[in-house]
């Protein structure tokens, strides 16, 4: 039977019913909703509105149907509407009439907003866990590929040599954007909306802030309306998720690129790759294409949300029931993709003769500019005479650092310059040793770096998330 049904005469019609359900999607917050209702009857209870006899038994009866939901014994009947009528009904089965005094005060709009940021607590942790794995792979490639050279591009043309560690931890940080902005999510969900009742905040004086210390928030929402109707931390979420998989999704890319024939830098795994049902020469990296291709899905989710949101007057309105099925989506994608995508990482083979081969003498070009800078050229000039070398070299058919001395002088280079071993890809890479570049000693530093913030991250949900 609806909660509600006592203002009705008719029966609802039966497809109306299922369509007006979510127990189906919201049953995932069982545990949130016997701890909320827990932590209201405990504060009815602290105002004297029930009686520490009828917490007691209030308490019982949670309880005990916490202990059903953790061992999966909790039956849902046909006629539970959502996970608040389910753990209502169940309640009355097991205490008998006193259930019907937990309600006072509370509605199922107050009680949903809670459940659902409880519940978005209560997973960022293992969320930011999985991010941490990824970051810990990445770093342990930087650290098992450390000295090894390829081209890094720009317009997908190649443009300079880097460490591939250094490519490896490009990934890491917008990893570590995603952790920092995990922790910001998980900041502005932490504001308690229980005591805000349907709309018009609760007729009975219960301290918020206890109940929001008891319930673990930081602090409580200031506006019964906004409470009600504030999903700014699922469209967070969301956003973290998007970005996250966004982050994702371009390493799947520069995996995928890289194991074509036509790049060969590096060999995926017989675990981690899939076959042709037709065509036995192939190897496919169906997992980094499908962290690619579910990212659109993610990016989808996200959007989907921001359209529900949009048209609502403020307050509850039933189409903020279409919230949550869209952030148990994204939870369940990244905490399944990220450690697949981590040990593919890990197992991932790669071929330094064919990324040295890629290193071509043009890719020296701009090392050649600042050579003459530091002969006192400017460097506009400079950029003019190199690239009237790397057209002559080119028409010439040969390599940049293949160009004879006559020909140097003529173009206006010094002939000297050429001497100082200016087209090796390591003295290029050493020339980039300030802070955040590829040089060997800065990559080293950026190494530590990272090592320093995978400690600090896991210090943030005071242990949840190790
Ligand atoms: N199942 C609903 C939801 O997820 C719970 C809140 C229902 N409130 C109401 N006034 N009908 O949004």
Redesign the pocket.
Known sequence: MALWSGRFSGKMDPAAWYFNA?IGI?QRMALEDVLGSLAWASQLAAIGVISQNEFKQMEMGLTTIQSEFENDLFDIQPGD??I?SAVERRLYELIGETAGKLHTGR???DQ?ATDFRLWVLNHIPAICNVITQMQQSLLKRAEADFGLVFPAYTHLQRAQPVLVSHWWLSTFWALERDQQRWQAVYKNTSFLPLGSA?VAGSGFAVDRFSLAEQLGFESISQNSIDAVSDRDFAAEFLFAASMTAVHLSKLAEGVILFSTREFDYLALDDAFATGSSLMPQKKNPDVFELARGKTGSMIGLLTGLLTTLKGLPST?D?D??ED?APVFAAYDYLTVVIPVLAGALDSVTLKPENMEKAIDSTMFATDLADALVREGIPFREAHGLVAKAVRTALADGIGLDQLSREKLVELGIPAKLMDKDLFSAEVSINHKNLPGGTGIQAVRKQMDQAAWCINQNKKFFGGKNE
Request: aromatic share 6%; no cysteine; glycine share 0%.
């Open positions: 979510s919201d509407e959502d608040h509605s199922r709009n949903v349907a509850y039933k903020l029931q949550k």
